[in-house]
């Protein structure tokens, strides 16, 4: 089975802080993947990333920048967080495009 | 651009009806893959079903189908008997196949509550 790990399930942080979540795959996926989930808005693509060092603004990508140095790690930083980044945030991952994509356990963040 | 549209936003059932979530899309894509996710209360997204757009034929998995109708846009998902188990929100989405084709567009969800 694959495995979409996200390095903390609740995080609190205050406004200004620079942030960091981590996600990590073990199937040796491509592409990877940071939504954020709001109620009423969905799941919203924030970057993907289809190789090492190769990322791609989704969405919203306003606040927010992404690492990709190994293929199995995919971090999202906030660079100054802010009240409005307060949100659940999904990472996934899949093996190819058009293939489902696989998702970790979220990070519920909170900026103070 | 796509889109993909789940208008209930939230439905209750009593355990053991039948009930059917819909999804319309929108894309300009001849080539397309659609999809279905439930998220329990435990939060992580489970992939349920992906369908490609030269695919018409329904698909019965124990309880769950699917409808797929390319001719209203629609690709409506099933659940017979309901149970307590199936209370989550459920995601629609899709995959074109042009450019942004790696991205997944996701309706809003439709939350189920099966209330037993």
């Known amino acids: 089975d694959v495995k979409v790990t996200q390095s903390s399930r609740y995080l609190v942080k205050r406004t200004g802080e620079k942030v960091f979540l981590e996600c990590v795959q073990d199937?040796?996926?491509?592409?990877m993947f940071w939504y954020r989930q709001d109620p009423g808005l969905g799941l919203r693509l924030i970057y993907f990333?289809?190789?090492?060092?190769?990322?791609e603004k989704g969405d919203i990508p306003e606040g927010y920048s992404v690492s990709r140095e190994k293929k199995e790690r995919f971090s999202l930083i906030l660079e100054s967080a802010s009240t409005n980044q307060t949100s659940m945030y999904l990472c996934?991952?899949?093996?190819?495009?058009?293939?489902?994509?696989?998702f970790g356990d979220g990070t519920r963040l909170s900026i103070l | 651009a796509q889109k993909v549209t789940q208008a209930q936003t939230e439905i209750s059932v009593v355990e053991k009806e039948d009930v059917t979530l819909d999804c319309v899309y929108e894309?300009?894509?001849?080539?397309?893959?659609l999809f279905w996710y439930k998220q329990p209360p435990s939060g992580e997204l489970v992939f349920l079903i992906r369908?490609?757009?030269?695919?018409?034929q329904n698909e019965i998995s124990g309880r769950y189908s699917w409808n797929f109708q390319k001719s209203t846009s629609s690709f409506n998902f099933t659940i017979t008997a309901s149970q307590v188990v199936d209370s989550a929100v459920y995601f629609c989405?899709?995959?074109?196949?042009?450019?942004?084709?790696?991205?997944?567009?996701f309706g809003k969800g439709t939350k189920l509550s099966v209330i037993p």
């Open positions: 996934a991952s899949s093996p190819t495009a058009y293939q489902p994509q696989h």
């Open positions: 199937m040796d996926h491509e592409n």
């Open positions: 990333s289809y190789d090492v060092k190769m990322k």
């Open positions: 894309t300009r894509d001849t080539t397309y893959y």
């Open positions: 369908r490609n757009s030269f695919d018409e």
């Open positions: 989405a899709l995959s074109g196949t042009g450019a942004g084709s790696y991205q997944l567009t």
